[in-house]
């Protein structure tokens, strides 16, 4: 199957691919619970026929035709399990890059962030105990069936514990269902916390909130153990009674064999045989009770898998539109708080011509940072279209559109690795050219000034760094952000906040930039509150309250937002100069 196809119909596709494995598994399944009847057959012709003619030879035979089924059964054995694991990459290969995709695509859809632990859970159980169970219960008729040919009161025992254990499994998942679902939000919450936690200790421990941290984080682990424990007990109950059940057959089984020996209604070695046959009927329902949890769960991902690649399925390949010259017209954009009971951008239209500079100014919580994101296609509206040149924005290819838009974000989103991968947008990792992606990362960075920059890094554009980009200072990061936006020269520039950690030098350098950028016609949308930027800025977009309230050349909107104090310092300056 090819990979368009597949990413057409998802997971089941998927899945599909792993049938010529589940098939072989069954078939060894049958093999093997074949082969299980060996020991039994046995049994009865060593108490039945070897033992009452002290035949030695039959017993050397027997033993070793044994001795071959047992190791045919665990080589068979082997090779299911190989399958399953094997099944488990196959369906990886197949569904984890969708997977990856969809949650990067769409990060907003509730299963998003879960998606990959929760595949890693599909995944896990497919190779696991709970699907050899699967495979090994519709044997357990045959099991009985030979119990009722040995004698129909071992058959009706071995059908009171196929009954009795699955009974006290749906005893035990209604009793332990909340409990456990509490337990896992209790843990998930708090295992959330300590990311969290983690993530801002340097301004913990600057701020001498450690102990308090610790002492929340143990009253958070406090109520999860709480939770778990009860979880615990509840489930621990019905285990043991489980497990006493399936003893107490066995054993009981064995009596009753024993019992109809007696009576010379079987032979002295259908009494073991009996024991052997009851274990083996009721082994695959125990473990199919041991590992529901883990089926109902794979269940579940399999579900919540569904809804996310079906959320973020494509159509198809869309028309390849020309690269974009730079205009961008918003209609009508509309977009919604978490809540989705207010609006961040209420009905936001406006149109930027190629080549112009827009700064988008407004007090704080005005939507600005919304409005770019949502231009960039970091953010999707939920009402209205953002155009570009024209076409929708929903039109465009979204991988093949971003090669067409230099985005600097508000928070730099810089990753783990070379300051140079940083740059080139990880596009090595797709197999590019890696003198070219070099020489365009060199001319990034030269473009905005961050040449030296770097170059004084411990290692250059080499220089490795950590996780959320750690390693640099926030003005130097912003600087190779803003290299990264220039990478390859995309036609539309959309900066939000790109001078906020900036330094005299690094505002020299962007204003310097900004003019190239400019003359070399690109688009600029820029989100800042410094007035050093105005120079290069042709109109000025005013935002309150989530709509836009002014929208209009420099020099006309700058007079109706500058305070009367502020205009007054900047006259006085401009007639000493």
């Not at 409990?179 to 600057?206: E, M």
Request: net charge positive; with cysteine.
């Amino acid at each position: 199957m090819d990979k368009s196809r597949l990413a057409s119909s998802g997971i089941t596709a998927a899945l599909a691919l792993c049938r010529r494995h589940l098939l072989a598994v069954a078939v060894f399944s049958a093999l093997l619970n074949l082969l299980y009847i060996a020991p039994t057959l046995y049994m009865l012709q060593v108490y039945d026929r070897v033992v009452p003619t002290r035949g030695l030879q039959t017993l050397a035979f027997l033993t070793l035709v044994l001795l071959f089924a047992l190791a045919t059964l665990a080589l068979l054995d082997g090779i299911r399990a190989r399958l399953l694991v094997r099944a488990g990459v196959q369906l990886d290969a197949a569904l984890a890059p969708q997977i990856l995709d969809a949650t990067l695509g769409r990060p907003d859809l509730p299963v998003a962030r879960q998606a990959l632990r929760e595949f890693d859970t599909m995944r896990a159980t497919l190779s696991g105990a709970g699907v050899l169970a699967l495979f090994d219960a519709p044997w357990v008729p045959i099991y009985i069936l030979v119990c009722f040919l040995v004698h129909p009161w071992l058959g009706l025992v071995a059908i009171l514990g196929c009954a009795v254990l699955p009974l006290i499994a749906w005893a035990n998942e209604r009793s332990t269902r909340k409990r456990l679902d509490r337990a896992q939000k209790i843990a998930a919450l708090s295992y959330a916390h300590q990311d969290a936690a983690l993530g801002s200790s340097d301004s913990i421990r600057a701020l001498g909130m450690r102990r308090a941290m610790v002492a929340r984080q143990l009253r958070q682990r406090e109520a999860m153990l709480d939770a778990q424990t009860e979880a615990g007990f509840a489930t621990g109950g019905y285990l043991t009674a489980t497990k006493f059940v399936r003893l107490a057959l066995q054993s009981l089984a064995l009596g009753l064999g024993a019992l109809l020996a007696v009576d010379n209604l079987i032979s002295g070695g259908a009494i073991f045989a009996a024991s052997f046959l009851i274990a083996r009927a009721l082994a695959p329902i125990e473990q199919l009770i041991g590992t529901w949890r883990a089926i109902v769960q794979a269940h579940q991902a399999y579900r919540s898998l569904s809804l996310l690649l079906d959320g973020t399925a494509e159509a198809g390949e869309p028309t390849r539109l020309p690269p974009p010259r730079g205009a961008v017209t918003l209609e009508n954009v509309t977009v919604l708080n978490d809540a989705r009971d207010g609006a961040v951008l209420n009905s936001v239209s406006l149109r930027i011509a190629p080549g112009e500079v827009v700064a988008v100014v407004g007090p704080s919580g005005a939507g600005k940072s919304t409005l770019v994101r949502t231009i960039a296609g970091a953010l999707l509206p939920d009402h209205g279209t953002v155009r570009f040149d024209g076409a929708s924005a929903t039109d465009w290819e979204p991988e093949v559109l971003a090669r067409y838009i230099g985005y600097l974000p508000q928070d730099f989103a810089l990753f783990a690795g070379t300051v140079a991968e940083n740059v080139a947008r990880f596009s090595g990792e797709l197999g590019e050219d890696r003198s070219a992606i070099d020489a365009a990362v060199i001319a990034a960075a030269e473009k905005v000034g961050a040449d030296a920059l770097i170059r004084r890094l411990p290692r250059g554009y080499e220089h490795a760094l950590k996780l959320r980009g750690a390693g640099l200072s926030a003005g130097q990061a912003q600087r190779i952000a803003l290299a990264r936006a220039v990478y390859r020269d995309p036609p539309i520039l959309i900066l939000d906040e790109p001078n906020a950690h900036l330094d005299a030098e690094g505002d020299s350098a962007l204003i310097a930039a900004l003019g190239a950028l400019k003359a070399e016609g690109r688009t600029i949308l820029i989100v800042s509150h410094k007035l050093g930027i105005l120079p290069v800025v042709d109109r000025i977009l005013v935002l309150r309250e989530g709509r836009v309230e002014m929208f209009g050349p420099r020099d006309e909107v700058l007079p109706k937002i500058t305070p009367p104090a502020l205009r007054v310092a900047r006259a006085a300056g401009a007639q000493a100069g």
